[in-house]
């Protein structure tokens, strides 16, 4: 070893990639080897899978993107011919011992000055598209043949850099890491977690305490390197949260959602340099709790749910090239999905006057609903276009032989979806995307109209519970000017929008969270909505307090009952919540085929009600008869 070298310069990056585009993700990387080069990084860290994108489902087992992958790992071994600086990167490999391309690797590639290094398989353990436990499956490997030559394929390894020999592991969530803090002492070593984990409401603090703890405990130095901007956005979003610690100390981290790069010098003798931290997060709060709205209590930093949101839809709007297309209300669901919509058009630098807004009066809406929609829409810049629906829907009901005067679910219903049919149609106009405003707990209970509200092509809002949508108005609310652009904090190469009306989008804030929350399908009585939704389907605050206990800590129907009345001694009775629970069962098991053709929307708190990978797994016609029996036996 070299002892007049004793330091380090380490860097963690996320390219902005394309799925399945091999070649365009390798120029993105090549990008970042030359920043590295340029800033003498001895080692560069990549996010997991990064050659070809973390999402890519069922396409990971398809030779064509194996080969693409491996041709696009080929260019990055060629570019860095001229360069000193060590990378690691991620693409899947398939077994060449059985010649399968089913059996395939989720692989860590190692390579420096045009030579690969070593191939280390990750476990994947939440990917049914690579083999769970590759350090048992390999073991007999030990190297696979690449492009004539025998490569290293073992978990962990040493590697020569800058006068250091380096232990470089992948954690395995399933035999954890192989080594003790006295090997980690010993021998310098650095924990690389390549990673693609989606952001949800805590990830952020949640990534950090792990730094801190693995570093700690085993005296080294941990690096994340994590998945961002163009990973696909069906059920999640990707931050690029990277971040590097040394024993227990966080050095350096990328603000999530923003520009993805790192940067840390380190030396293996005890001691660190830190440069300057331009990006420290703070973590706030404590341990979790149950408490009367855990999902709030979840959001410590509301910034990260609005962004999450933004951040998904930007990304699928700029997939798509379309525009955004959302209804409004004056109610408090699309008053959220507007307020993330104008973040998103801030993360991809567009004027907000792009967005069409439609609001779309009818017999149940009434004048301060109606003022709310316009007054919300001018105080935010975005031209709000007026659609009266009386006529059409009267015409409809006719068609369909409807009794007139009868205000039953038809009449309801009817409404709903001329709403959604009217929103694809001006979709269509303007080459659009409609914006779903429907919340969490909407589509928990089943309370929305099948193929109306219902129906979406990015839904904003599935993955906020109703009683995080508050709290996140709220939260605009009191600072509108502060709060509602993103830009201080997450923009890193678009200019700021011009500013808002501040002082009207306060005021009509307030005004749409003082509203009572309802669907106004009826007509109005002396101009006043005629239905409560909470009067009907019951208190939001308890069915985010059921479906978190339900869904998230599967309690028993006897357990949430003695938890609920313990946190809400002193708002509702304990008949109150015996009632509306049974009320949350009975809809929670019947309405589960709306939500299981959910549109796509990103995950914000720790559960997502998404049919598919990682989300609610749960049969439609499943029966709740167990879960009603055990409540007949409580006593209120």
Same mark, same amino acid.
């Given at each position: 070893?070299?002892?007049?070298?004793?330091?380090?310069?380490?860097?963690?990056?996320?390219?902005?990639?394309?799925?399945?585009?091999?070649?365009?993700?390798?120029?993105?990387?090549?990008?970042?080897?030359?920043?590295?080069?340029?800033?003498?990084?001895?080692?560069?860290?990549?996010?997991?899978?990064?050659?070809?994108?973390?999402?890519?489902? !069922?396409?990971?087992?398809?030779?064509?993107?194996?080969?693409?992958?491996?041709?696009?790992?080929?260019?990055?071994?060629?570019?860095?011919?001229?360069?000193?600086?060590?990378?690691?990167? *991620?693409?899947?490999?398939?077994?060449?011992?059985? *010649?399968?391309?089913?059996?395939?690797?989720?692989?860590?590639?190692?390579?420096?000055?045009? &030579?690969?290094?070593?191939?280390?398989?990750?476990?994947?353990?939440?990917?049914?598209?690579?083999?769970?436990?590759?350090?048992?499956?390999?073991?007999?490997?030990?190297?696979?043949?690449?492009?004539?030559?025998?490569?290293?394929?073992?978990?962990?390894?040493?590697?020569?850099?800058?006068?250091?020999?380096?232990?470089?592991?992948?954690?395995?969530?399933?035999?954890?890491?192989?080594?003790?803090?006295?090997?980690?002492?010993?021998?310098?070593? =650095?924990?690389?977690?390549?990673?693609?984990?989606?952001?949800?409401?805590?990830?952020?603090?949640?990534?950090?305490?792990?730094?801190?703890?693995?570093?700690?405990?085993?005296?080294?130095?941990?690096?994340?390197?994590?998945?961002?901007? *163009?990973?696909?956005?069906?059920?999640?979003?990707?931050?690029?949260?990277?971040?590097?610690?040394?024993?227990?100390? =966080?050095?350096?981290?990328?603000?999530?959602?923003? !520009?993805?790069?790192?940067?840390?010098?380190?030396?293996?003798?005890?001691?660190?340099?830190?440069?300057?931290? &331009?990006?420290?997060?703070?973590?706030?709060?404590?341990?979790?709790?149950?408490?009367?709205?855990?999902?709030?209590?979840?959001?410590?930093?509301?910034?990260?749910?609005?962004?999450?949101?933004?951040?998904?839809?930007?990304?699928?709007?700029?997939?798509?090239?379309?525009?955004?297309?959302?209804?409004?209300?004056?109610?408090?669901?699309?008053?959220?999905?507007?307020?993330?919509?104008?973040?998103?058009?801030?993360?991809?630098?567009?004027?907000?006057?792009?967005?069409?807004?439609?609001?779309?009066?009818?017999?149940?809406?009434?004048?301060?609903?109606?003022?709310?929609?316009?007054?919300?829409?001018?105080?935010?810049?975005?031209?709000?276009?007026?659609?009266?629906?009386?006529?059409?829907?009267? $015409?409809?009901?006719?068609?369909?032989?409807?009794?007139?005067?009868?205000?039953?679910?038809?009449?309801?219903?009817?409404?709903?979806?001329?709403?959604?049919? =009217?929103?694809?149609?001006?979709?269509?106009?303007?080459?659009?995307?409609?914006?779903?405003?429907?919340?969490?707990?909407?589509?928990?209970?089943?309370?929305?109209?099948?193929?109306?509200?219902?129906?979406?092509?990015?839904?904003?809002?599935?993955?906020?519970?109703?009683?995080?949508?508050?709290?996140?108005?709220?939260?605009?609310?009191?600072?509108?000017?502060?709060?509602?652009?993103?830009?201080?904090?997450?923009?890193?190469?678009?200019?700021?929008?011009?500013?808002?009306?501040?002082?009207?989008? $306060?005021?009509?804030?307030?005004?749409?969270?003082?509203?009572?929350?309802?669907?106004?399908?009826?007509?109005?009585?002396?101009?006043?909505?005629? &239905?409560?939704?909470?009067?009907?389907?019951?208190?939001?605050?308890?069915?985010?307090?059921?479906?978190?206990?339900?869904?998230?800590?599967?309690?028993?129907?006897?357990?949430?009952?003695?938890?609920?009345?313990?946190?809400?001694?002193?708002?509702?009775?304990?008949?109150?919540?015996?009632?509306?629970?049974?009320?949350?069962?009975?809809?929670?098991?019947?309405?589960?085929?709306?939500?299981?053709?959910?549109?796509?929307?990103?995950?914000?708190?720790?559960?997502?009600?998404?049919?598919?990978?990682? *989300?609610?797994?749960?049969?439609?016609?499943?029966?709740?008869?167990?879960?009603?029996?055990?409540?007949?036996?409580?006593?209120?």
């Amino acid at each position: 070893m070299n002892k007049n070298v004793n330091k380090l310069r380490v860097a963690v990056a996320t390219p902005e990639i394309k799925v399945a585009n091999c070649q365009h993700n390798a120029a993105q990387i090549i990008k970042l080897m030359e920043k590295a080069e340029v800033n003498q990084v001895h080692l560069l860290f990549l996010p997991e899978l990064c050659i070809t994108g973390s999402t890519c489902g !069922g396409l990971f087992r398809h030779p064509t993107l194996q080969n693409s992958a491996k041709e696009a790992l080929n260019k990055l071994v060629e570019a860095s011919k001229n360069k000193n600086v060590m990378v690691v990167v *991620g693409l899947p490999i398939s077994s060449t011992t059985t *010649g399968n391309n089913y059996e395939v690797y989720n692989t860590v590639a190692v390579f420096k000055q045009g &030579q690969i290094l070593g191939f280390m398989p990750k476990p994947s353990v939440h990917n049914s598209h690579f083999i769970c436990n590759p350090e048992v499956e390999a073991s007999s490997m030990r190297s696979i043949l690449w492009e004539g030559g025998k490569i290293p394929f073992t978990a962990n390894q040493i590697f020569a850099i800058n006068g250091w020999k380096l232990n470089i592991y992948c954690p395995n969530p399933i035999h954890g890491l192989g080594f003790s803090a006295t090997h980690a002492v010993e021998n310098p070593t =650095i924990i690389v977690n390549p990673s693609a984990s989606p952001a949800f409401a805590g990830s952020t603090k949640q990534r950090r305490q792990t730094a801190e703890e693995l570093s700690a405990k085993y005296q080294c130095v941990y690096v994340e390197a994590n998945a961002g901007w *163009g990973e696909s956005t069906t059920d999640h979003a990707f931050s690029g949260h990277n971040i590097i610690a040394n024993k227990g100390e =966080i050095l350096q981290e990328s603000q999530p959602f923003g !520009g993805g790069w790192a940067m840390a010098e380190i030396t293996f003798n005890h001691t660190a340099t830190n440069p300057p931290k &331009q990006n420290n997060i703070p973590t706030g709060g404590t341990s979790p709790t149950l408490t009367q709205h855990p999902f709030v209590y979840q959001c410590q930093d509301p910034e990260e749910a609005l962004n999450i949101q933004a951040a998904g839809l930007a990304s699928r709007l700029k997939h798509t090239g379309s525009s955004a297309v959302i209804g409004i209300s004056g109610g408090l669901d699309s008053c959220l999905a507007l307020l993330v919509t104008i973040r998103a058009y801030a993360l991809m630098g567009k004027p907000v006057s792009e967005i069409h807004a439609v609001t779309m009066p009818c017999f149940g809406t009434t004048q301060r609903t109606k003022s709310n929609a316009h007054l919300l829409c001018k105080a935010l810049g975005v031209h709000c276009r007026e659609i009266d629906i009386h006529s059409s829907v009267t $015409k409809h009901l006719k068609d369909i032989s409807h009794p007139e005067g009868v205000y039953d679910i038809v009449f309801e219903n009817s409404q709903a979806r001329m709403r959604t049919y =009217i929103l694809m149609d001006v979709a269509n106009q303007v080459n659009g995307l409609v914006v779903g405003t429907g919340s969490l707990s909407e589509l928990a209970l089943g309370w929305a109209t099948y193929n109306g509200d219902h129906m979406s092509m990015y839904a904003v809002n599935s993955g906020v519970p109703k009683t995080l949508v508050r709290h996140l108005v709220e939260y605009v609310a009191e600072d509108p000017q502060q709060r509602l652009l993103p830009c201080a904090k997450i923009l890193h190469k678009y200019e700021t929008p011009k500013p808002m009306a501040s002082v009207e989008l $306060k005021k009509v804030l307030e005004s749409i969270l003082a509203t009572k929350v309802s669907p106004e399908l009826l007509p109005t009585l002396n101009g006043e909505t005629t &239905q409560i939704t909470e009067d009907v389907v019951g208190p939001y605050e308890l069915h985010d307090f059921f479906i978190f206990c339900h869904v998230q800590m599967c309690y028993r129907p006897a357990n949430i009952f003695a938890l609920a009345k313990t946190a809400f001694a002193e708002k509702y009775t304990a008949e109150e919540i015996l009632h509306w629970l049974k009320t949350f069962y009975r809809r929670f098991f019947s309405q589960q085929f709306k939500r299981n053709c959910l549109p796509d929307g990103p995950q914000v708190v720790s559960i997502s009600l998404s049919p598919r990978s990682g *989300g609610l797994d749960m049969p439609s016609d499943a029966y709740v008869d167990e879960w009603l029996a055990e409540l007949d036996g409580v006593t209120p």
